[in-house]
């Protein structure tokens, strides 16, 4: 099992920034696939940014590519979704999500993943 703990959602005006924590434990983090997905009221949940299997590549959603940065601290067991240049569409509940087996395409559609975090909400106003 692995628990997922989401941090560091708020409020911020339009054009801020804000920067989302996850911490994992449970099993080896290392060894986890990590990603960021969200879901705004009325809508499904989506991709936003996710590493690839190996851990040395990342992938984007076509909306966040520039603003947002995922990155991770093995040492700390936590993974981070650093989002700039927030605009209101990115308001939404943010979930980080885990996956253990190993896969050669990126991990971008919900089943993908094998556990999930209750979720972080980020409001943007404009």
């Known amino acids: 099992q692995v628990q997922l703990v989401e941090s560091g959602g708020g409020l911020v005006q339009a054009g801020g920034s804000l920067r989302l924590s996850c911490a994992a434990s449970?099993?080896?983090?290392?060894?986890?696939?990590m990603g960021w997905f969200r879901q705004a009221p009325g809508k499904e949940r989506e991709f936003v940014a996710a590493f690839s299997w190996t851990g040395d590549s990342t992938y984007y959603q076509d909306s966040v590519k520039g603003r947002f940065t995922i990155s991770r601290d093995n040492a700390k067991n936590t993974v981070y979704l650093q989002m700039n240049s927030l605009k209101s569409e990115d308001t939404a509940v943010y979930y980080c999500a885990a996956a253990i087996a190993y896969s050669s395409t990126w991990r971008t559609r919900r089943d993908q993943y094998d556990y999930w975090g209750q979720g972080t909400q980020v409001t943007v106003s404009s």
């Open positions: 449970g099993r080896s983090f290392s060894r986890l696939t």
